[in-house]
């Protein structure tokens, strides 16, 4: 499983706070993903962080 984020993302740092070894926000505070698979251990606070995001910019595939 990978993780997206948009240019939606406003900065909030819900998924951070969710799943902090996939998400970070960036030097421009906007979210961003690791850019290797997610380990599975990780997926189901992926899929937690992706369905809490007030956005809906966070897709995973």
């Not at 902090?20 to 961003?32: H, I, K, P, R, Y």
Request: proline letters at 3%; charged letters at 35%.
């Amino acid at each position: 499983m990978k993780a997206f984020v948009n240019d939606d993302c406003i900065g909030c740092g819900a998924c951070e706070g969710i799943c902090e070894d996939v998400f970070t926000l960036n030097d421009d505070d906007v979210a961003e993903a690791i850019e290797d698979d997610i380990p599975e251990e990780l997926e189901d606070d992926a899929r937690e962080a992706a369905e809490n995001c007030p956005v809906s910019a966070i897709t995973l595939e």
